[in-house]
């Protein structure tokens, strides 16, 4: 099949092992550099452009990796192929839900998955009285469309936290409050969903000093097999919000497993290295299961 991958260029180690994976297939894979399409609507059908190239006919599938400084121009790229027929490994709608911390964590919350205590806000009149509905110090602050641990900040005191968040709520930036998981001792479990099962999990520890165990924030790897709970929430969890590839991190509290947010495109270099599996390939398969027969016109 003819496959389009969604990203900003080729030297991402999960594009190309993507694309290196899809060829191995026997598939025809282009990378569409989505800040460079145009969508062209009115006329018979919507037209979606590559530069000068129409696009609109051209794949069976696209598989987005839509990075967090372009999301609503992917999304609606996306969105477009969708509209036209062309299967996605995620919906436009998913990838907007999983970008927003809040809005995935309404989601859950609903679903009746376990999530930190948290709270959103905008009003800067009363700081100190939204600490204490949360539950005093110390406290998580993480800024709602942030990633690889940039704009997750703990306050250890309600000083701090005040001055942060006044600082935030200033700048007309989007955050939310959370429960600072303190057992959870500065590890977390990413879970990679594909379709509706677990290809990979792993263990991520922070770098002595640091809460949060991102790779980018200096924190080591380790396979782990995720205990039964873990395993129904990350593929709940994808399912809710309804992607077919989903990265799913939990943090482990003295009530259980916490579900903490979902990256709709999440990276695979940390994960396959940490537990030899193929989770490219894993994607490629999910798409050959799932695309439908291209209609040309
Ligand atoms: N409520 C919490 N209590 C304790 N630690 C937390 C809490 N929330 C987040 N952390 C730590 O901070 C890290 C980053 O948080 P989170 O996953 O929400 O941010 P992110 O920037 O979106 O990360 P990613 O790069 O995985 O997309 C987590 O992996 C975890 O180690
Ligand atoms: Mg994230
Ligand atoms: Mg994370």
Redesign the pocket.
């Known amino acids: 099949m003819d496959i389009g991958l969604l990203s900003v260029s080729m030297n991402v180690y999960s594009t190309k092992r993507i694309a290196e994976e899809a060829v191995k297939m026997g598939h025809y894979i282009e990378l569409i550099d989505h800040t460079r399409c145009s969508v062209k609507l009115g006329g018979d059908k919507p037209r979606i452009f590559l530069g000068e190239e129409d696009i609109t006919d051209g794949f069976d599938a696209v598989i987005p990796r839509i990075g967090a400084k372009v999301t609503r121009h992917g999304v609606a790229i996306v969105k477009q192929f969708e509209m036209n027929g062309v299967f996605s490994t995620a919906r436009s709608l998913s990838i907007a839900r999983a970008r927003n911390?809040v809005r995935t964590l309404q989601i859950m919350a609903r679903k009746g998955i376990p999530i930190?205590e948290t709270l959103f806000s905008i009003n800067p009149d009363n700081i100190g009285q939204q600490i204490e509905i949360l539950g005093g110090a110390p406290v998580?602050i993480?800024i709602q469309e942030?990633?690889?641990?940039?704009?997750?900040i703990l306050a250890e005191t309600k000083k701090s936290a005040k001055s942060i968040i006044d600082t935030f709520y200033k700048m007309d930036t989007s955050i939310l409050m959370?429960?600072?998981?303190e057992e959870?001792n500065?590890e977390?479990i990413r879970i990679i969903v594909v379709g509706n099962k677990i290809v990979a999990s792993m263990k991520?520890t922070?770098d002595v000093e640091e809460?949060?165990?991102?790779i980018?924030r200096g924190g080591t790897t380790e396979a782990i097999k995720p205990s039964t709970k873990e395993q129904f929430i990350a593929i709940s969890a994808a399912k809710h919000l309804g992607l077919g590839v989903a990265g799913v991190?939990l943090?482990r509290s003295n009530r259980g497993p916490l579900l903490?947010?979902v990256?709709a495109s999440p990276g695979l270099q940390g994960i396959e290295a940490a537990t030899g599996t193929n989770v490219a390939k894993e994607i490629i398969l999910y798409v050959e299961r799932n695309r439908k027969k291209r209609r040309r016109r």
Do not use: A, C, M, W
């Open positions: 911390k930190p998580i993480k942030g990633t690889q641990g940039l704009g997750v959370q429960e600072y998981i959870s500065g977390d991520r922070s809460f949060r165990s991102n980018h991190d943090i903490i947010e990256n």
